[in-house]
């Protein structure tokens, strides 16, 4: 059975760092794009960055340009964002996704996804 499984979340004040990973089991998803999508109360689940499957291209939302980066370690099946220079309006449950295809930034064209972590940023 695959699974997606983050951590690494957590609460943060405002201008700090945080690092959230996911490990994935039960299939080699080293020949999937990765992605990271977040979810804020009350709103829409939203596209935060992708990574293709040889790990040199990267997309990233406008508003964390310069400030996330995302990775991915084939040989571990994992993928990682790490966060500085976190804002408030970063706050949300924030969910890693695999895709069997080219990266894309819709939710919609992601078939696996984990259980979501926390990060929490406070002014």
């Known amino acids: 059975q695959e699974q997606l499984v983050e951590s690494g979340g957590g609460l943060v004040q405002a201008g700090g760092s945080l690092r959230v990973s996911c490990a994935a089991s039960?299939?080699?998803?080293?020949?999937?794009?990765r992605g990271w999508f977040r979810q804020a109360p009350g709103k829409v689940r939203e596209f935060v960055a992708v990574?293709?499957?040889?790990?040199?291209?990267?997309y990233y939302v406008d508003s964390v340009k310069g400030r996330f980066t995302i990775s991915r370690d084939n040989a571990k099946n994992t993928v990682s964002l790490q966060m500085n220079s976190l804002k408030p309006e970063d706050t949300g449950v924030y969910y890693c996704?695999?895709?069997?295809?080219?990266?894309?930034?819709?939710?919609?064209?992601?078939?696996?996804w984990g259980q979501g972590t926390q990060v929490t940023v406070s002014s």
């Open positions: 039960g299939r080699t998803f080293s020949r999937y794009a």
């Open positions: 990574i293709d499957w040889t790990g040199l291209r990267t």
């Open positions: 996704a695999a895709r069997n295809g080219f990266y894309s930034t819709r939710v919609s064209d992601y078939g696996y």
